[in-house]
């Protein structure tokens, strides 16, 4: 099973700053098949990233995704309010598809 | 748009069984396959299982095989999780998802299930 470990376990930064967050694999990610997502409180969870690196529909382009074998980043350039949230990832190169614990990303 | 309504919070006592439900729509519900996330308090998201409504093939994480069961119903466009025998460890948010054609990662989820099982 690939384990995921996410870090920082929570970000504290302002609106306007720049975010980077980590996600990092027990084992080789193959075809970089690791996706992210946006978690709010009371909301359903959205696809962010998918392919390490492709933008889901919709997704406002100051998210990025990079990374490749184990070690991935997410990448928020300028933090808008509405984005103080749980970020999580999840492989899905093989079975059983796994997640990230999760980066809380909360507001300085 | 896409929604995934799912059914809502639920208490149960330890024994007793459950089915939850997750109905679909905005799209064309045999087309995709949707399956269940679980998450416990405090604990990582686990995907659980899912469903192909047009045929109910069904593939399950080892680790809920024979624990749970997956179903769906397609001429109510609606997907089910079911417990026969429920424990105080089955405690938590279940996820519906809907699984993007050709890969396992989920591009709409549900807003969760709550489900308590206490004595």
């Known amino acids: 099973e690939v384990v995921l470990t996410q870090s920082p376990g929570i970000l504290s930064l302002s609106p306007g700053e720049r975010a980077t967050l980590s996600c990092r694999a027990s084992?080789?990610?193959?075809?970089?098949?690791l996706a992210w997502y946006q978690h709010k409180r009371g909301q359903a969870p959205r696809l962010l990233i998918y392919g390490a690196s492709s933008r889901a529909t919709g997704i406002p382009d100051r998210f990025s995704g990079s990374g490749s074998g184990t070690d991935f980043t997410l990448t928020i350039s300028r933090l808008e309010p509405e984005d103080f949230a749980v970020y999580c990832c999840q492989q899905y190169a093989s079975s059983p598809y796994t997640f990230g614990q999760g980066t809380k990303l909360e507001i300085k | 748009e896409v929604q995934l309504v799912q059914s809502g919070a639920e208490v149960k006592k330890p024994g007793e069984s459950l089915k939850i439900s997750c109905q679909a729509s905005g799209y064309s519900f045999i087309s995709y396959w949707i399956g269940w996330v679980r998450q416990m308090p405090g604990k990582d998201l686990e995907w659980m299982g899912i469903?192909?409504?047009?045929?109910?093939?069904?593939k399950y994480s080892p680790s809920f095989q024979g624990q749970v069961t997956i179903s769906a119903d397609k001429s109510i466009n609606t997907a089910y999780l079911q417990w026969t025998s429920l424990r105080a460890s089955d405690t938590a948010i279940y996820y519906c998802?809907?699984?993007?054609?050709?890969?396992?990662?989920?591009?709409?989820w549900g807003l969760g299930t709550l489900v308590t099982v206490s004595s």
């Open positions: 084992q080789i990610v193959s075809n970089n098949f």
């Open positions: 469903i192909y409504p047009a045929d109910s093939d069904t």
């Open positions: 998802v809907r699984r993007m054609t050709g890969y396992f990662f989920f591009d709409y």
